[in-house]
């Protein structure tokens, strides 16, 4: 007769699950505290008379970029850095309509951030924030992005436009976050926290504007010429999906149904109207308002651009001569 086994005791499920959390904690906590270290000498609080706000070091020579909102009214002012150093920052220049900016500081051997590429982010990832919120100088928060491709209205005087491809992310924000980095995991910064999403009732609804090719190039014409210039045709509109036989004719799916003309622009003067939909700009194809404002480049002002548009189930061309934004 067989020996009877002894009883096994069942698994401490409460204990595995335990040390099964403490485990996640302390990687993602790893994490964070890696991405603080390697960013924190990067970021500076900026201040001036009427307001404050952060700014991420682009270069060791003294070049920051931040908000275009932070500097309004402060042409010069200080940057406070998290080893205690202020140095005076005058501005480079400024660009109301992406909200971004760039100061320069006296300085040779500034830790600069390294830059990643916003086009590359994934709902869900992990980021982290880091920035002077409340006045609070050298904060971190932690979170992940809640969404991709927001739209983010400016203004600048008589002048609008939307800035697309926005980031939402749930790390906490408050003002004078604005300015600062959002940053993956493997700290490289990928976004310039610009703002809060009704403050007091949206929390943990903020707002990035994404460093990609668009705005790498937007900050490259700040250093070199103090603006950014721009053209545009006098239009707004939003994506829409083509009928399917158009479609199939043009081998793609949306474009950029016109739901206003600007009277006397130059979308008018070609003969666009509303309900048309804008497929490509001289052969580029555009899907969405972020595709016609990264092709509407200042050297294209004056400039003769093919508008191709869908007007009912007909395909035209037409001859449109963009003008200064």
């Given at each position: 007769?067989?020996a009877?086994?002894?009883?096994?005791?069942?698994?401490d499920?409460?204990?595995?699950?335990?040390?099964?959390?403490?485990?996640?904690?302390?990687?993602?906590?790893?994490?964070?505290?890696?991405?603080?270290?390697?960013?924190l000498?990067?970021?500076?609080?900026v201040?001036?008379?009427?307001?404050?706000g952060s700014?991420?070091?682009?270069?060791?020579?003294?070049l920051?970029?931040?908000?275009?909102?932070v500097l309004?009214?402060g042409?010069?002012?200080?940057?406070?850095?998290?080893?205690g150093?202020?140095?005076?920052?005058e501005?480079?220049?400024?660009?109301?309509?992406?909200?971004?900016?760039?100061?320069?500081?006296?300085?040779?051997?500034?830790p600069?951030a390294?830059?990643?590429?916003?086009?590359?982010?994934?709902?869900?990832q992990?980021?982290?924030?880091?920035?002077?919120?409340?006045?609070?100088?050298g904060?971190?928060?932690?979170?992940?992005?809640?969404?991709?491709?927001?739209s983010?209205?400016t203004?600048?005087?008589?002048?609008?436009r939307?800035?697309?491809?926005?980031?939402?992310?749930?790390?906490?924000?408050?003002?004078g976050?604005?300015?600062?980095?959002?940053?993956?995991?493997?700290?490289?910064?990928?976004?310039?926290?610009?703002?809060?999403?009704?403050?007091?009732?949206?929390?943990?609804?903020g707002?990035?504007?994404p460093?990609?090719?668009?705005?790498m190039?937007?900050?490259g014409a700040?250093?070199?010429r103090?603006?950014?210039?721009r053209?545009?045709?006098?239009?707004?509109?939003?994506?829409?999906?083509?009928p399917p036989r158009?479609?199939?004719?043009?081998?793609?799916h949306?474009?950029?149904?016109?739901?206003?003309?600007?009277?006397?622009?130059?979308?008018?003067?070609?003969?666009?109207?509303?309900?048309?939909?804008?497929?490509?700009?001289?052969?580029?194809p555009?899907?969405?308002?972020g595709?016609?404002?990264?092709?509407?480049?200042?050297?294209?002002?004056?400039?003769?651009?093919?508008?191709?548009?869908?007007?009912?189930?007909?395909v035209?061309?037409?001859?449109v001569?963009?003008?200064?934004?």
């Amino acid at each position: 007769m067989s020996a009877t086994p002894e009883p096994v005791a069942p698994p401490d499920e409460h204990h595995d699950g335990a040390d099964h959390d403490d485990a996640a904690l302390d990687a993602y906590s790893r994490v964070v505290v890696a991405v603080a270290e390697r960013l924190l000498p990067s970021v500076a609080s900026v201040r001036h008379g009427t307001g404050s706000g952060s700014a991420v070091v682009l270069s060791g020579d003294g070049l920051l970029v931040t908000s275009a909102h932070v500097l309004a009214g402060g042409r010069v002012g200080g940057a406070v850095f998290y080893d205690g150093a202020e140095l005076p920052y005058e501005v480079v220049g400024t660009d109301r309509l992406s909200d971004l900016a760039v100061v320069r500081v006296p300085a040779r051997d500034l830790p600069a951030a390294e830059l990643g590429d916003a086009a590359r982010l994934r709902v869900g990832q992990l980021v982290v924030a880091v920035g002077s919120p409340l006045g609070f100088a050298g904060s971190v928060s932690a979170g992940v992005v809640s969404a991709l491709g927001r739209s983010l209205p400016t203004v600048d005087g008589r002048r609008a436009r939307v800035v697309e491809g926005v980031i939402q992310t749930d790390a906490a924000l408050h003002p004078g976050n604005s300015g600062g980095a959002l940053a993956t995991s493997d700290g490289k910064v990928v976004g310039i926290n610009t703002a809060v999403v009704s403050p007091g009732i949206g929390q943990g609804l903020g707002l990035a504007i994404p460093l990609d090719a668009t705005t790498m190039g937007f900050i490259g014409a700040l250093i070199a010429r103090g603006r950014v210039d721009r053209a545009e045709l006098g239009l707004s509109g939003g994506a829409r999906a083509l009928p399917p036989r158009v479609a199939d004719r043009l081998g793609r799916h949306r474009g950029v149904e016109v739901t206003g003309v600007v009277a006397g622009g130059p979308a008018a003067r070609a003969g666009i109207r509303p309900e048309d939909i804008v497929v490509a700009l001289d052969g580029h194809p555009v899907e969405a308002i972020g595709d016609m404002q990264r092709l509407l480049t200042g050297d294209r002002t004056g400039r003769a651009v093919e508008a191709r548009v869908v007007r009912g189930g007909d395909v035209l061309d037409l001859a449109v001569l963009p003008r200064a934004l």
